[in-house]
């Protein structure tokens, strides 16, 4: 995850913000009375307690999931293969934004990282989406570890300045504040957690040999393990990459990021730090193509 990170507001259906307003008009006032066992003579029996919240995000879940399957099923039935993810002109995704495309996913590896990425727009995000893994990486906090995914990742004229920059950036003061030792290495008995997940990737520009890609991600960062006061949090952020075409695949020559889009957090309840560590040391990371 890279170093940098609402309310929500549900509508009650059917009322105003006048508390004394009724629908329709009729301004009239109801007293309800105790219902008994069955119901009285003053009106039918109170309708059961709502379900819980918890319970309607798992059905909305399961629901998505099945949509999700459906359309992976139908994929490449009457969409444009062509097509480089920017939608269409009056800006709603086209489906290829998020069914999988025709081309075929990359097969080489420059050390730990995906290469070989498609020469057009699709290979452009493909390899963003791959660079933000590898440049949020917990590796990123060891500078042996850290200058081979630059060299993999930072096209070769401008590599030398981006680990000028980030030898400054990843400090003792840095480090310290993340709970590692001075020389960014993890305490024992603690486990060091951070990773970037791409969640979607646009073209904002693109020519022959040069693509702006904006990759949305999800992250976490922290220190997992008993008494940690680091505990891992998540966060939503935007990284802005801009690439270039060098040597027979793209190689990355500017990077930004800034905060969001962020969803409305849900009501999952928070796992202990033994559980999110054992979950990221178990569960590996992904080789993205589109």
């Known amino acids: ?74 994929g490449g039935g009457g969409g444009d293969d062509n097509n480089d993810g920017r939608g269409r002109a009056d800006g709603t995704p086209n489906t290829s934004s998020t069914a999988a495309t025709g081309t075929k996913p990359v097969n080489g590896k420059n050390g730990t990282i995906a290469s070989g990425f498609a020469h057009d727009g699709q290979g452009a995000q493909s390899a963003a989406a791959n660079y933000a893994v590898a440049l949020g990486s917990a590796e990123m906090f060891d500078k042996t570890k850290r200058d081979s995914i630059l060299g993999a990742v930072i096209a070769p004229q401008v590599v030398g300045k981006f680990r000028a920059t980030l030898d400054d950036a990843y400090s003792a003061n840095l480090f310290k504040n993340l709970g590692l030792n ?7 008995g603690f486990t060091f957690i951070s990773r970037t997940t791409p969640v979607g990737t646009k073209v904002t520009k693109e020519s022959p040999d040069r693509a702006t890609v904006e990759v949305w991600c999800t992250g976490l960062i922290g220190l997992a393990g ?3 006061t680091k505990p891992v949090t998540d966060g939503w952020f935007t990284i802005t990459m801009e690439l ?16 969001g889009p962020a969803p409305v957090g849900g009501d999952t309840r928070a796992s202990s730090a033994e559980e999110i560590a054992g979950a990221v040391n178990g569960f590996g990371g992904f080789t993205y193509a589109r």
Not at 22 to 33: F, P, Y
Not at 182 to 188: L, R, V
């Open 226 to 228: 008993e008494g940690s």
């Open 244 to 259: 270039e075409w060098v040597g027979g695949d793209w190689k990355a020559v500017t990077h930004s990021q800034k905060d």
């Open 1 to 74: 995850m890279s170093l940098g990170d609402d309310n929500g507001y549900r509508s009650d259906s059917g009322r105003t913000d006048d508390a004394y307003s009724t629908i329709g008009g009729t301004r009239q006032t109801r007293t309800r009375l105790p219902d008994g066992e069955g119901g009285d003579g003053y009106g039918p029996p109170r309708r059961p307690a709502r379900k819980p919240r918890s319970m309607i995000m798992m059905v909305g879940v399961i629901v998505l999931l099945i949509a999700a399957i459906a359309f992976a099923n139908m």
């Open 182 to 188: 001075e020389d960014g290495s993890t305490p024992a």
